[in-house]
């Protein structure tokens, strides 16, 4: 449980908080809200070469970062200013966030 004072989280069956001593009323006790299976699509600030934008596409589809790289590179190859132009709009619009270690 947490504590709706002080924002402790608590053995499910406390009847005091063990930070501030409050009482704990079952009734206005907010259990924890978990979010399973959410998928953002962001720019990884933590494993970035130039704009984040391909390590935040690989942890977004669960593909290694150097196959998402190396398919950018072909990309910006082959259709050249599309790539380019697309590349740098997604670095500007995707919000930049920590993404952890990728595979």
Request: aromatic letters at 10%.
């Amino acid at each position: 449980m947490i504590c709706p004072q002080c924002g402790t989280e608590n053995p499910n069956d406390a009847v005091f908080c063990g930070k501030c001593g409050r009482n704990i009323d079952q009734a206005e006790v907010q259990q924890p809200v978990v979010q399973t299976g959410t998928k953002k699509f962001v720019r990884c600030s933590d494993n970035k070469q130039i704009g984040g934008v391909c390590s935040g596409a690989a942890k977004y589809f669960d593909l290694d970062i150097s196959l998402v790289r190396v398919i950018t590179l072909l990309s910006f190859l082959f259709t050249g200013s599309a790539t380019f132009w697309a590349y740098i709009i997604m670095w500007i619009v995707m919000p930049e966030e920590p993404c952890g270690p990728l595979a």
